[in-house]
């Protein structure tokens, strides 16, 4: 029996049965006894275990009959049979037992192993699950006794084992305990060999009884570990031969998706069988488990039939699509329960402890992973099957039936979403540092196709699209993530903690702590002195001139037109929250909307349905992966209608009901939201809903898989006074209010950009009239306070990027030629301010024939002008510098410069002949602001006397790398690390500069270190660059003639367009 040399393979649980006539199971464990006196247990070493005699001080054996090759063929049949019969199987099922005698490394021979052999490959596997369950070792098999159940006493059955598995013949060996390891095999020639066409690109065979960890083929830029490039998921979806299977058995079974082929099925039947396939394991209390020492043992013989049932179900219907040769078979992965754990060895199981508490391994059936082999079948399985549903046909499991009669039934499947899928392996290179390795979003969860409830209706529930126009979309997205965007500051939750993503009020703040609206006083309560704080205090709502009431639609429509047109992002806002007031939902409803209860109301004829009211606005930004849980809005906070504008990237939006009215239909709803969209929510939709955006990373629209962008989101709602209830009332109502709720007034303001702490035009107008003209002057900020948006994102990264910003502006000598051309046509001799002069580039040309006084906000800056990177005295024999003469190179060893605002310059009032402000105005982020600094220009400069300015266009050459959608925003600078570190040197010895720890630097490159220092600076982890956000506002073509003509005493004398800027120069006449 040694000596067989068929070669066998291992049948794995994800594999098809073989399609051999016969089944075999390979035994593996110690089938002789072991000694009870050697310590560590050590097996008898001599032939066939024998038994050990000492005569005349001499050691002899004599075999004892354990050890006999037929006695354990014998005994392993006769229990094997017994077990199989009260595992429910028939004792012919087994046909033999073949020991198989191995040599040891002493020479000496053991029985180690056990080939079996079945009827039916089908039996096999059921004998291993049954082994594997039991966890039954060769004590249990060989020196036990087997009681199978007389029909009676249900309790009886079972396996009893004797004198502890000591040898019944009296050797000195005991049976272990441990339990056998247990293998499904089949013959085989070498499959790779034969197939090796598939090996092409790789195996088509999973080779490891453990299944693989498997990834949707998705781009994921947030995950550190297993990152791919939209390149490197496109080669692997045209490699791979894996899907991934969504949808088929889950939740969702329903009773009616359960029939009997013929005959009517008892629901108690069906119950079971849904709680099998919903991932629940079954009381197996019931006498279907394995009696063991006295111990029910659930060997989970129904979820192990029924899963098998399953498998061959899916199988039948997939095999269509398998063209590999041969007909190989099709591989599936059923999802282990991740609550199902190992139970303890039976042997040590308490005889107090509830058999209940021994854990049964769960499958579930809802999602599973296919292994096709190819990647031609693969994509014909996706194509073929998307979105349709399968009959599945299996036969019940014995154990289910309790003896019963043998049946089939058809389960039908929901409706399957199938995509990509591939074997998770992680990048080597992202795995050097897992100690510092960033927490990073999970994997993208599976998401529900939306066409699986096209067939439910909310009533109240509009979806517009276009809405917006593209242009609109790409100039709001560009204001309302900008630099001038108001976020409002960290917002608390009901349940303590923050509101991660950002968010933006108008009009009104919803407060997320009490989830309500926070209504303010509109006579100007808003503190706007600093004597405390006002959480309410939230920019007033963009509005259009006061006459919008007597505007007609199209007049706003062309208002909103010519805004965009002329890029003024909050006119325009405020046009499209007009135009969302006149909105007449019901003119968007068709007929069949309006016969099948998806229209709000009943509509008379001429009838609108519009929201005039619309008083409140949230802007909300969500990120890839980000969603929001599910809610109503506060009924007592926002009258109905909810008008909800998506920007820039869709999503889908889930919609469940949330008052139980008796009707069991349309209890949720699927619906996508596209870019450029008007959601509606009405009546059922507003106030029997809740509404939620699931967290994941992609969304499936109709078997499309959409991934996700970053949105934003416009939410317009009618907020409401405040309620007056009767004391000792608890649960609000609306009808539980004392005094009818009315809408509060609309707050709204004309002065752009909004900002927190503003006061609406008709509050502010209420403040001037009480107060004097020495306080009126504080309701206005001060021109020349610096806003934070310069201080952060202007001045802070010049006085970072200045040694990189020499290098590699100052030193090249490169100048503008308008500005160069003004130079050259001022009269020799004349005294020039240059206004942001920054590291002093145009001093050489100045001083050919002039005199030069530089200024700028920027220290460091003005350093490079003076200096060298080592500070020592500046060069001057460059040649910039060659047509200067000796007392003009002295002036430019030693330029005078100072440190100053272009608000508030060190100058004497006309004391200069001409002035130049070269890339310094579109860094001023308010209009006031630029007005200001034209007017400092004028001051200083004589009557008669000129000023250049130039400034960045909103207008780009074709050809430009550069495209602008919004006049306001915030322009990334890349920063070498090699700068930034001369930079950082100088501060070294500030006690307010943060060196990292050596700790806290570990593992990180220089650029990283440096961006964690820098405050607003981001790290570049592709190209190894620390970046900086600058802010910079684009000009439009005849803006700055515009602010001109509002400084008295200006006069603009020419006006041009060069390179992607606009120049002016303007003359000062009195």
Not at 1 to 11: E, R
Not at 245 to 260: A, F, H, M, P
Not at 350 to 355: A, F, N, R
Not at 831 to 855: P, R, W
Request: charged share 25%; with cysteine.
């Amino acid at each position: 029996m040694g000596g067989d040399s068929t070669y066998f393979k291992t049948v794995l649980p994800h594999e098809p049965l073989p399609g051999q006539q016969f089944g075999f199971v390979h035994l593996q464990g110690a089938f002789v006894p072991k000694k009870k006196e050697m310590k560590g247990a050590q097996s008898l070493h001599r032939p066939l275990c024998p038994e050990e005699k000492v005569v005349d001080n001499e050691e002899q054996t004599t075999s004892c009959k354990c050890t006999e090759i037929d006695y354990i063929q014998t005994t392993l049949t006769s229990k094997l049979s017994s077990l199989i019969q009260l595992c429910g199987m028939s004792p012919c099922d087994l046909l033999s037992v073949q020991p198989i005698i191995q040599e040891t490394n002493k020479g000496d021979n053991n029985v180690g192993k056990v080939r079996l052999q079945l009827s039916t490959p089908a039996a096999a596997r059921r004998l291993c699950c049954r082994i594997r369950r039991g966890n039954y070792g060769p004590r249990d098999l060989l020196a036990s006794t087997i009681i199978t159940d007389d029909g009676n006493d249900e309790s009886a059955s079972g396996i009893t084992v004797q004198n502890e598995g000591v040898c019944p013949f009296g050797c000195k060996g005991r049976y272990v305990g441990k339990a056998v390891m247990v293998t499904e095999i089949t013959p085989s020639i070498d499959v790779q060999q034969q197939h090796q066409e598939y090996y092409d690109d790789e195996p088509f065979r999973w080779e490891r009884a453990a299944p693989p960890k498997f990834r949707r083929l998705l781009t994921n830029s947030n995950s550190q570990k297993f990152k791919l490039t939209e390149d490197e998921v496109a080669d692997r979806r045209g490699k791979t031969r894996f899907v991934y299977l969504d949808n088929v058995l889950g939740k969702e079974l329903t009773l009616n998706d359960i029939t009997l082929d013929g005959q009517t099925m008892d629901a108690s039947m069906k119950n079971d069988l849904m709680s099998i396939f919903q991932g629940e394991s079954l009381d197996n209390s019931t006498g279907f488990g394995v009696i063991k020492n006295g111990l029910l043992q659930q060997d989970a013989r129904i979820e192990d039939d029924l899963r098998h049932a399953f498998q061959e179900a899916l199988r039948d219907n997939l095999s269509q699509y398998d063209s590999s040769k041969d007909s190989l078979g099709i591989e599936l992965f059923v999802n282990a329960d991740s609550a199902a754990g190992k139970k303890s060895k039976p042997d040590n199981i308490k005889p107090k402890q509830d058999p209940k508490d021994t854990v049964a391994t769960r499958l579930l059936f809802d999602h599973l992973h296919i292994g096709m082999r190819s990647n031609d079948d693969a994509t014909n399985l996706i194509q073929s099957l998307q979105g349709k549903r399968l009959q599945l046909k299996m036969e019940l499991p014995n154990a289910l039936l309790q003896n019963s009669v043998a049946t089939n039934i058809t389960i039908t499947t929901g409706k399957l979403y199938l995509d990509y899928a591939d074997v998770l392996q992680p990048k080597q290179g992202n795995l050097r540092n897992k100690k510092n390795e960033v927490k990073t979003q999970k994997e993208p969860s599976k998401s529900e196709c939306t066409s699986s409830t096209d067939h439910v209706h909310i009533a109240g529930l509009h979806v517009i699209p276009n809405y917006v126009s593209v242009q609109e979309e790409q100039m709001l997205m560009a204001g309302l993530t900008g630099p001038h965007a108001p976020w409002a500051p960290p917002q608390l939750t009901t349940t303590g903690g923050h509101i991660k993503r950002r968010v933006q009020h108008y009009g009104y703040v919803f407060d997320y702590e009490s989830s309500d609206v926070l209504r303010r006083d509109d006579g100007g309560s808003n503190d706007i002195f600093g004597k405390g704080s006002d959480k309410s205090a939230c920019p007033a709502l963009p509005c259009m001139d006061a006459n919008v009431a007597e505007m007609t639609d199209d007049e706003v429509e062309k208002w909103t037109e010519r805004a965009v047109e002329d890029v003024k992002v909050w006119e325009a806002l405020a046009g499209v929250i007009e135009k969302t007031r006149r909105f007449d939902v019901s003119s968007v409803l068709s007929e069949g909307d309006l016969n099948d209860g998806v229209s709000t109301m009943s509509l008379d004829e001429g009838t609108k349905q519009t929201y005039p009211h619309l008083n409140q606005l949230t802007i909300n930004e969500y990120n890839p992966g980000e969603g929001i849980g599910s809610h109503v809005d506060t009924v007592t906070a926002f009258d109905d209608g909810l008008l909800i504008i998506t920007l820039n990237g869709g999503i889908v939006m889930e919609f469940r009901k949330a008052i139980d009215d008796g009707d069991d239909s349309n209890m949720r709803k699927l619906v996508y939201l596209p870019p450029r969209s008007l959601a509606v929510l009405s009546r059922d939709a507003r106030y029997k809903y809740e509404h939620m955006i699931v967290s994941r990373m992609t969304d499936t629209v109709n078997g499309e898989i959409i991934p996700r962008k970053l949105r934003v989101s416009l939410t317009l709602r009618t907020a409401l006074t405040a309620p007056v209830f009767d004391k000792g009332i608890g649960k609000i109502s609306l009808a539980q209010s004392k005094v009818p709720q009315s809408h509060l007034p609309k707050y709204e303001s004309k002065v752009f950009p909004p900002r927190w702490g503003q006061l609406s035009d008709a509050a502010l107008a209420n403040a001037s009239s009480k107060i004097g003209d020495e306080e009126d002057s504080l309701v206005d900020r001060s021109d020349l306070i610096t806003p934070e948006t310069e201080s952060k994102h202007v001045h802070a990264v010049y006085d970072a990027i200045a040694t990189q910003w020499h290098h590699t502006r100052g030193k090249r000598g490169v100048l503008w030629p308008g500005a160069t051309q003004f130079i050259e046509s001022l009269p020799p001799g004349s005294i020039i301010a240059d206004v942001g002069c920054g590291d002093g580039k145009y001093f050489a040309e100045i001083l050919k024939h002039s005199y030069v006084i530089g200024t700028d906000i920027s220290e460091p800056l003005l350093k490079t002008a003076a200096t060298r990177d080592d500070g020592k005295r500046k060069n001057i024999d460059g040649p910039q510098y060659q047509r200067l003469s000796k007392a003009k190179r002295a002036l430019s060893e030693n330029p005078s410069v100072a440190v100053a605002d272009c608000l508030h310059i060190p100058l004497r009032s006309n004391s200069c002949d001409a002035a130049i402000s070269i890339a310094v105005m579109h860094h001023l982020s308010t209009e006031a602001r630029r007005i200001r600094c034209l007017a400092e220009l004028k001051r200083i400069v004589k009557v008669g006397g000129r000023f250049n300015v130039q400034a960045w266009a909103l207008e780009q050459e074709t050809d430009s790398k550069r495209k602008f959608h919004g006049t306001d925003l915030l322009v990334p600078f890349n920063a070498q690390p090699k700068y930034l570190q001369t930079q950082a040197k100088s501060s070294e010895n500030d006690d307010n500069s943060q060196q990292p720890s050596s700790a806290e630097s570990k593992g990180k490159g220089v650029a990283q270190m440096m961006a964690e220092q820098y405050d607003g600076a981001e790290f570049d982890s592709k190209k190894n660059l620390v970046v900086f956000q600058r802010y910079c506002h684009m000009y439009r073509k005849g803006e700055l003639e515009s602010l001109c003509q509002r400084v008295p005493g200006l006069e603009v004398l020419e006006s041009a367009y060069e390179k992607g800027n606009w120049v002016i120069t303007c003359r000062v006449c009195e």
